[in-house]
């Protein structure tokens, strides 16, 4: 049995005379009633009552139809799903992200607008280093990543989404926090210990500090080492240290701590987009699409 032989019965039940089935189906009425007849020698039973006047479905044409209906409707959803997928529409995208990457705007929105426009796929997002989110794109553990500038695989494309200045993060009671809402350089600091990711992390903010401070003309002091932002944040509140960190980071509102910009030419950071350059995913890539048309960045 194939789905012609379906569509077919399908069409000679809803008009009951094969002249004008043939003609809908676009085929002529001897092979139409060829077809119906090996239909019926396959299934072992009459599908029609056939006179010279007229044609009628025998009680199991009739409950033949209602199968053969559900039949074509599930083959006609499967070629659906097909295209869909075919068009990134639906299925799953994993993206791994660096934790501040959700605190620029542009990133949530541009999420926002992915499940609104494709609300079939099911995003996995997972919070990972920046280290962590290329070795999975290099082991196709996930199929986007966002993450800060790090040195990456020949395997890797990289569009950069957004540049931010870093900002000092000091204790509202430090000296420095007065007066200052101007900026300061990083040599301020070059004698205050640090609150930072560990070296072990796999941040790329960790690599920028320590060659800012060499152009500084300092070596950073690292006192206490956090794996997550808002602790770091919350030590230097605490009084244990100072920190530098993106500038999206000053949506963090926490009593105690203030942030100033640093004036430093270099004391800027990327963010970016990186994926396979051998990425055929189309789910990935309507992410992709739609994520640099909401930073502006060139795709």
């Known amino acids: 049995m194939e789905l012609r032989h379906l569509r077919y019965f399908i069409a000679v039940a809803e008009e009951?005379?094969?002249?004008?089935?043939?003609?809908?189906?676009?085929?002529?009425?001897?092979?139409?009633?060829?077809?119906?007849?090996?239909?019926?020698q396959e299934i072992g039973a009459r599908l029609f009552e056939r006179t010279n006047r007229r044609v009628e479905l025998s009680e199991a044409g009739r409950l033949f139809l209602e199968e053969a209906r559900l039949a074509l409707a599930q083959v006609d959803k499967a070629a659906d799903v097909a295209r869909r997928a075919q068009l990134g529409e639906l299925g799953e995208l994993k993206i791994g992200f660096t934790s501040?990457?959700?605190?620029?705007?542009?990133?949530?929105?541009?999420?926002?607008?992915?499940?609104?426009?494709?609300?079939a796929?099911?995003?996995?997002?997972?919070?990972?280093?920046?280290?962590?989110?290329?070795?999975?794109?290099?082991?196709?553990?996930?199929?986007?990543?966002?993450?800060?500038?790090?040195?990456l695989p020949d395997s890797l494309s990289v569009v950069?989404?957004?540049?931010?200045?870093?900002?000092?993060?000091?204790?509202?009671?430090?000296?420095?926090?007065?007066?200052?809402?101007?900026?300061?350089?990083?040599?301020?600091?070059?004698?205050?210990?640090?609150?930072?990711?560990?070296?072990?992390?796999?941040?790329?903010?960790?690599?920028?500090?320590?060659?800012?401070?060499?152009?500084?003309g300092f070596t950073p002091h690292f006192a206490q080492e956090a794996s997550e932002a808002m602790t770091i944040i919350g030590l230097v509140a605490a009084?244990?240290?100072?920190?530098?960190?993106?500038?999206?980071?000053?949506?963090?509102?926490?009593?105690?701590?203030?942030?100033?910009?640093l004036l430093d030419p270099?004391?800027?950071?990327?963010?970016?987009?990186?994926?396979?350059?051998?990425q055929c995913s189309p789910m990935a890539k309507a992410f992709v699409e739609l994520l640099t048309r909401k930073t502006g960045a060139a795709c």
């Open 16 to 40: 009951l005379h094969f002249g004008r089935a043939a003609q809908a189906l676009g085929i002529s009425q001897p092979p139409l009633s060829q077809q119906i007849q090996a239909l019926e």
């Open 100 to 119: 501040s990457a959700p605190f620029n705007s542009t990133i949530p929105q541009a999420i926002f607008a992915f499940r609104q426009r494709f609300a």
């Open 121 to 151: 796929v099911h995003l996995k997002l997972k919070e990972m280093s920046s280290t962590q989110v290329a070795e999975a794109l290099v082991d196709q553990a996930i199929q986007v990543g966002i993450m800060r500038p790090l040195p």
């Open 160 to 216: 950069e989404l957004l540049r931010e200045p870093l900002v000092a993060v000091l204790s509202s009671k430090h000296p420095l926090a007065e007066g200052r809402e101007e900026g300061l350089y990083l040599s301020k600091l070059a004698h205050e210990p640090f609150v930072f990711f560990p070296r072990s992390y796999g941040s790329g903010l960790y690599a920028q500090l320590l060659n800012l401070s060499r152009d500084a």
């Open 239 to 261: 009084g244990l240290g100072v920190s530098v960190l993106p500038a999206s980071y000053q949506r963090m509102r926490i009593d105690g701590v203030v942030y100033r910009r």
């Open 266 to 278: 270099q004391a800027m950071t990327a963010v970016w987009l990186v994926q396979r350059k051998d």
